[in-house]
């Protein structure tokens, strides 16, 4: 059975928003931030053999950047990784390799996460970790926390998240001030 994990690159208010659009004008506001420390953190994070399970936007976007990042170890392991996508374009996905999780997107991730294989990384997708937390199918939590507010943007937690609990595992912080907080799925919030 594989071990899903959430890895998300959050600002102290909770925003993950990291593009520049009409409606968030704080792209790349991690930047200031990166370290060779912070990126062997997040390397390790990831672990050393993992595949990806991404939402269709974020398989969009990383396709277009990682591919063309060059020879360095990041872009080699998430450029060699499959890459499960929760999508209702599958012909259209090129940055390989790569499967599609099917119609049913929640049966698709139980029957993945049932088979033998790596670590299933999640990034970005903030629409499949509010699947994944709702269906109790993430096994970690890994929140990487800039000393940042942003105030507004799209957040890792949605109002209309259910309450969950979560167990700590293990902190550390990178040179800037870069926390990477792990924890453990637990569930539903117990009363």
Known sequence: MRTIRIVEHISLDGV??????ENFTHGGWTTPYRTPAGLEAVRQSYGSNFDLLLGRRTYDSWSEFWPKAGDIPIANSLNAATKYVATHRP???????????????????????????????????????SVLLEQGLADE?????????LGKGKRFFSESADARELAYVSTMTTPT???????????????
């Open 141 to 149: 939590v890994v929140l990487i926390v800039y000393p940042i507010l």
């Open 16 to 21: 993950m928003q990291h593009e520049n659009d």
């Open 91 to 129: 012909d259209s996905l090129e940055w390989g390799p790569v499967k599609d999780l099917g119609t049913d997107i929640v049966a698709g991730i139980r029957d993945l996460k049932a088979t033998d294989g790596p670590d299933l990384i999640v990034c970005g997708s903030s629409t499949l970790i």
């Open 177 to 191: 001030g870069v926390s990477l907080t792990t924890y453990r799925y637990v569930g539903p919030l117990r009363a």
